[in-house]
């Protein structure tokens, strides 16, 4: 190996990390998460790359591991990414301060929340409007949902900060 490289990390499929680390520390892979009992994975299920983990280098850089939202070798979203957007779908449908035509803007947003694209700060604002006028239940439902698969830009515009 390089001085440089990325090992491997085992990921539950609700996105709850078991290691960042499976290469150099094989021993703290396990089959099910501790948090949710889900299996555990190592590869894309789509096409079969390695989840990245931890970054090695010959420098020490202090980042904590987050969990990736999608393929790096293929784009295509993991189970856990998938499995938050339709949970939150799921809550838009249920948005009973919103028009059916309100409710459809919500959930088609929010695949432009999860990803970073030049369409992130429109879908944010979008979705923050009109998760503001359903309520703050229906704010705290999808702070709980989407904020480990929201996008840095699309956090700082919805729950503010930074």
């Known amino acids: 190996m390089s001085d440089r490289w990325y090992d491997t990390a085992q990921v ?13 520390s094989p021993h703290k892979m396990t089959k099910f998460c501790d948090r949710c009992g889900e299996a555990t994975m190592t590869t894309c299920p789509r096409c ?7 970054y090695h280098s010959d ?7 987050k969990t ?10 993991y189970p856990w990414t ?3 957007l339709k949970a939150a779908q799921d809550l838009a449908a249920e948005l009973a301060g ?5 409710r459809e803007i919500v959930a088609k947003s929010l695949p432009d929340i999860i990803r970073d694209t030049p369409r992130t ?25 989407i904020t480990e698969t929201a996008t ?4 700082k515009i919805i729950f503010g900060g930074g």
């Open 152 to 155: 840095e830009v699309a956090k």
């Open 82 to 84: 998938e499995a938050t």
């Open 59 to 65: 420098v020490l850089i202090l980042n904590e591991f």
């Open 121 to 145: 700060s429109l879908a944010a604002t979008r979705f923050k409007t009109l998760v503001a006028k359903a309520g703050p239940v229906a704010a705290d439902g999808f702070k709980k949902i």
């Open 12 to 24: 539950c499929l609700s996105g709850h990390v078991t290691t960042a680390y499976v290469k150099t």
């Open 48 to 54: 079969g790359a390695e989840i990245r983990g931890e």
């Open 98 to 102: 919103l028009s059916p035509e309100e």
């Open 68 to 77: 990736p939202a999608f393929c790096h070798a293929c784009g295509k979203p």
